[in-house]
C-alpha cells in the first residue's frame, strides 16, 4: 500500500497556487497501474464535476495596462532667423560697399593715368643733354618728382580700392548668410492665425499666421532649416520641398532649379499671396505625414518670438506600454493584443514596436525599489473603434504564445503527485475513475485552460475538477 499526496492546482500569474489538498490511498502499489472503482478511495470528499478533454488551438496572454492615444508626439517651432528689416540693411550696406568701390576703383584710373602722363613727359624732359641741362631744378627734376608723387597717388589709391574690395566681400557675406535664413516675420510681427485643438492639418495646409503669412505643412522628414530660392545648394531639403510642389511642376531631384521657382509661384498664387518664387525660412513645416494639434502656445495678436509654437502628433492611433523589462523576451513585434477600451469594448491590435532601452518610471529615479521598464507600442488593427479621445487609461492581452490541436483540460483539473509531475483523474465510460499521468504545456490564463500530453490522455475523455 501507497499513500499518494496530489493537489489541484490553478495558474495564477505564471505560478500554481494550491487550491485543495487531499489524501488518497490506492489500493494497489502503482498509481497508474490498475483504476478503482467510482466511489472507491478515489472518492475526493469534496463537490465535484466533470469536465472534458478537448482538441482546440491555445493561447498565452500577458495582462498588462497601457495607455491609448496618438503616436509621435513632437512640437513645432517658429525658426530665428533674419528679419526682413535686417536683410534690407545688409542689401544697403552691399549696396554702399559696391559704390565706394566703384568711386575709388574711377579715382584709381585717374591717377593712374596721371602717373602714365607724368611718366611720358620725363621721358621727354629727362632725354639726352636735356637731363644735363635741367640740373636740380630743371624740367627733368621737376617731373621726376611729380611721377614719384603720382606713384605714392597710385599705391594709396590701389590700398583702398583692395580695402573696398574686401568690404564689399564682408558685406555680400553677410547678405549670403542672412537670405539663407531669411525669415517671415520681423521685429513687430504678430500671430494673426491659430488651430484650435485636436484640429488635423494636412500637406498644403495652414499650420499658423504670422502677419497674414501661413506656414505651410508640406510631407517630409528632414526639417526646413533654410530659406529655399535661387542660388541656395542642393539637399535633401530641396528634394522634399520639390517633391511637395510635384502638382505645381517642379521637378524631381535636390536642386532648386527655375521649375521649382515657378513652383513656388504658382502655388502662392493658388494660396492669394504674393508670387515670389522663393520661401523665407518659416513659410513651411515638414513633418512626415498629417499632424494632430494638441496644444497651442500664444495666443492670436501676441508677439511672435522664435521658439515652440503648437503640441503636434500624428494622426496615428498608439496603445504605449510601460512593460516589465524583465518581460521583453516574452514579447515581439507582430504579437496578437486585444485592447479592452474605456467603455469596456474590445479590438484587436499588433505590437508594433518593442524597446531595446530600460528606463526608471519617470519622478522615481530616487527609488531604489522602481521597476525598470522599456516601451512597448501596440498598433490597433482598427483604429476608428478607439474613439477620439487624446489619451486614455486601457488594458492590453498580449498573446505572447499560441498552440494548433492541443489537448487541453481545465487548469484545476490538474493533480499536483506527491513525487512529482502532474496527473488527471479520468472516469471511464463504465464509470470507473482513474488517475492519468500527463505533461503539461502552454497556460492560458484567460480561459483557465492548459495543454497536456501523455500516452494515456485523448480527445473526448472525461476528467473530474472541482465543482464551481
Do not use: W
Not at 472534458?52 to 500577458?62: A, C, I, P, Y
Not at 584710373?109 to 644735363?132: H, I, P, T, W
Not at 513633418?287 to 494638441?294: D, L, N, Q, S, Y
Amino acid at each position: 500500500m501507497r499513500s499518494l499526496l496530489r493537489s489541484r492546482r490553478v495558474l495564477a500569474g505564471g505560478a500554481i497556487a494550491v487550491v485543495v489538498v487531499i489524501i488518497v490511498v490506492l489500493v494497489v502499489v502503482d498509481p497508474f497501474g490498475s483504476p478503482a472503482a467510482a466511489g472507491s478511495s478515489l472518492d475526493n470528499g469534496s463537490a465535484t464535476s466533470i469536465a472534458s478533454v478537448k482538441r482546440e488551438t491555445l493561447s498565452s496572454q500577458t495582462q498588462v495596462s497601457a495607455t491609448l492615444g496618438y503616436a509621435d508626439s513632437s512640437t513645432v517651432s517658429v525658426p530665428g532667423g533674419t528679419a526682413p528689416a535686417t536683410l534690407q540693411q545688409s542689401q544697403q550696406a552691399v549696396d554702399s560697399a559696391r559704390q565706394t568701390l566703384a568711386a575709388d576703383e574711377r579715382a584709381l584710373e585717374q591717377v593712374q593715368a596721371s602717373l602714365d602722363a607724368d611718366q611720358r613727359k620725363v621721358a621727354v624732359d629727362c632725354r639726352g643733354g636735356n637731363a644735363a641741362e635741367s640740373g636740380t631744378t630743371g624740367p627733368c627734376a621737376g617731373d621726376s618728382q611729380t611721377v614719384t608723387t603720382d606713384r605714392q597717388s597710385v599705391t594709396a589709391a590701389t590700398d583702398k580700392v583692395q580695402a573696398d574690395e574686401r568690404a564689399v566681400t564682408d558685406t555680400e557675406s553677410t547678405l549670403s548668410q542672412g537670405l539663407e535664413s531669411a525669415a517671415t516675420y520681423g521685429q513687430n510681427a504678430v500671430y494673426t492665425m491659430l488651430p484650435v485643438l485636436g484640429q488635423v492639418v494636412r500637406k498644403g495646409e495652414a499650420l499658423y499666421a504670422v502677419g497674414g503669412t501661413p506656414a505651410f505643412l508640406f510631407y517630409g522628414r528632414v526639417p526646413a532649416s533654410r530659406a529655399f530660392a535661387p542660388g541656395m545648394s542642393p539637399g535633401a531639403d530641396v528634394s522634399e520641398l520639390n517633391c511637395n510642389l510635384r502638382g505645381y511642376g517642379a521637378s524631381g531631384g535636390d536642386a532648386f532649379t527655375s521649375a521649382t521657382s515657378l513652383a513656388i509661384e504658382r502655388f502662392q498664387s493658388q494660396h492669394h499671396l504674393p508670387a515670389t518664387g522663393e520661401l523665407p525660412l518659416g513659410s513651411v513645416v515638414f513633418e512626415p505625414g498629417a499632424v494632430r494639434v494638441t496644444s497651442v502656445t500664444p495666443t492670436e495678436g501676441a508677439a511672435v518670438q522664435p521658439g515652440p509654437v503648437l503640441g503636434i502628433t500624428s494622426t496615428r492611433r498608439v496603445v504605449t506600454i510601460a512593460l516589465d523589462a524583465s518581460q521583453q523576451t516574452s514579447i515581439k513585434v507582430g504579437d496578437a493584443v486585444e485592447i479592452t477600451l474605456p467603455n469596456n469594448s474590445t479590438t484587436p491590435g499588433r505590437v508594433s514596436y518593442v524597446g531595446t532601452v530600460a528606463t526608471v518610471p519617470s519622478g522615481n529615479s530616487g527609488d531604489q525599489s522602481s521597476t525598470p521598464t522599456i516601451e512597448v507600442d501596440v498598433t490597433p488593427n482598427r483604429p476608428g473603434a478607439t474613439g477620439r479621445l487624446d489619451q486614455a487609461p486601457v488594458d492590453v492581452s498580449i498573446t505572447t504564445a499560441m498552440v494548433s490541436d492541443a489537448l487541453v483540460v481545465p487548469v484545476n483539473a490538474l493533480l499536483a503527485l506527491a513525487g512529482g509531475g502532474y496527473a488527471i483523474e479520468v472516469v471511464e465510460t463504465n464509470g470507473v475513475h482513474q488517475l492519468v499521468a500527463v505533461s503539461v504545456g502552454l497556460f492560458d490564463d484567460a480561459d483557465g485552460l492548459v495543454q497536456v500530453s501523455g500516452s494515456g490522455v485523448a480527445a473526448g475523455q472525461r476528467v473530474v475538477v472541482p465543482s464551481e
